[in-house]
């Protein structure tokens, strides 16, 4: 399972009220943008692109972008592009997902994997893909397309490498952090930095948010990770324990493992190696008594921390701030 | 099944030895940046990528880019990048098709999703479609992105199309050139417009040059369609057959269906509504007798010669004859 977006808690809904204020109009723009842009003159493209509007997120990347554009300079036309083209490729990813994790749904919806087929869901990936491409070049800068060629190809490599680790059960805590950072950090740190870089901000501070985003892509994910393991299906709105149906091993059990003794991480191992419906349950305990769980949500804890800091070389601003306050968010929402 | 390369019989053989005798160089070099390019340090997408090499093509599109670029001028280091650019996209499109058609061989080798799963070959199409246009966006030009981009997409909405068509045993001869050029003539009108582009050719060639990548891309399909009824599977190296089990309709069918009598039409409809094994050995004959596989011929080599008329903008040259020679020659394999 991947990068969910902030879920709607009273907490969120607080932090989405007061980015709204701030961008509400920009990301306005940007849907239109986006809805635009992917329409097709095909009935069946376009009725499977409905469906899948309803099992977008709450647009955490084009927020990057815009409130790292605003916190550097003003949000010109560019960004609204940029920001629909951002959230076109995590969407891509995300209906490529959902084929590779066999989700029946995402969002309290039907993926569009069960509700048509396998390859309806591999050519929408395509075309929101290819649609991304074409739309960054559309404003005849080949830095833009370069920057996402580049970001969008790291995304693909680590979930690659994601798969070729599926069932590795000594995958240690440097190669699942490799991976995340590739398969989640990377796009949050290219829409933070392309935010900065076309409202004109110094390398240094591009290079900044590039950090920024990258700690709190990695804290996010971790937060994910945990929501695989302790969300409830009603409340997180999609399949759960779908890393451990795949044999995906994360951060809370990558802990569990190291740090129990060679018998017990055997046991667990097994375990491990058939999953079945009550995998997860027979875990929990184990993960909350070992520390494991605590372990986890204190390495978050530290990207958050990251994260804030990196924001310190930017003058203080609202966006600023909502930016430092959607870096805290992306880890309350597993505690 | 989508349209394979030019297989190895006496003709081509000749064709290729002339081609290579032309452009083995440069040809070679675009072999090493496509290799370079998207070679990866992780042993698991190494070891599928080398796989995949065993089933990649005679490299059309690399072919028809160089060529046409000769054809105007000279063959420069931008051409060699997007010779492998066209490759590479062609290669996505062909690694998610299998995962499409649940194909288990091409070229006589294993596909990805069978040797491995249909999650490789998902990930796999998009690490080359990424590679791809983060390789376009390298040298800095952006009308390269863009045409690149937006062909792309045209190619995965003609593919949205063809899947939303499964099953349409009323589908037109006008719906099925519509597909068919957007799915397989876009790419190569594109790989000759911007042979052109590149050697700074003038638009009204450039437009002359789409025009023949398009119509030979056209002729090329029907004889591909022509080829998975008519071909063995030994000489073709591919699963035959899986138009009529994936239930798409090909040209010699709609032209059989309609110009079937109702009563006939409708058997013809209720054996391709229940597609097994025997379905296409029972076909066979009909479609002989019919002088349906005549006239689907037949409109291949209109768009032969149609093809080869959009060349006479250009100058005589030794590169622009292979072109002429590979149109003819696209009809000729399946003859």
Known sequence: MKHDEITGNTGSAALLARVQALIGDELRDVEQIFAEEISSRHPFIRE????MAGYRGKRLRPMLLLLSAQACGTIERQHLVLAAVVEMIHTATLVHDDVLDEASTRRHVATINSRWTNETSV???????????????SFGDAFACRSIGRATNIVCEGEMAQ???RGN???TEEQYFEIIEAKTAELCAISCSLGGHYANASPALCDALD???RSLGIAFQIADDLLDVLGSEQKTGKSLGTDLQKQKLTLPLIHLLATSPARRAAEIRELLAHPDEGTREALLPILKSSGALQYARARADEFTVAARQHLAALPESPARQLLEDMADFVTVRSA
């Open 48 to 51: 499977v692109l409905n469906h």
């Open 123 to 137: 050519l929408l990936g395509d075309y929101l893909f290819t649609h991304a491409f074409h739309l960054a070049s």
């Open 163 to 165: 798969v070729a680790d």
């Open 169 to 171: 059960l000594l995958l």
């Open 211 to 213: 950090g920024f985003g």
